[in-house]
């Protein structure tokens, strides 16, 4: 489990938004979560399920 938090800003089609919300909501899940889902999921489809070993480290760049 990640230990911070760091936000990440996007721009999305209105429609879209509510679209993505409505879904969440219907799921029980806020839009938040899944984008984490998402972010995780691809990650490990393209670097492995060890991609943590791997990536960088963020701390290093304060």
């Given at each position: 489990?990640?230990?911070?938090?760091?936000?990440?800003?996007?721009?999305?089609?209105?429609?879209?938004?509510?679209?993505?919300e409505?879904?969440?909501?219907?799921?029980?899940?806020?839009?938040s979560?899944?984008?984490?889902?998402?972010i995780r999921?691809y990650l490990?489809q393209?670097?492995?399920?060890?991609?943590?070993?791997?990536?960088?480290?963020?701390d290093?760049?304060?």
């Amino acid at each position: 489990m990640e230990k911070r938090t760091a936000r990440l800003t996007l721009l999305i089609d209105p429609t879209k938004k509510a679209a993505f919300e409505q879904l969440c909501f219907e799921k029980d899940v806020t839009p938040s979560q899944m984008v984490r889902k998402f972010i995780r999921e691809y990650l490990e489809q393209e670097l492995g399920p060890d991609w943590r070993d791997r990536a960088p480290d963020a701390d290093k760049d304060l």
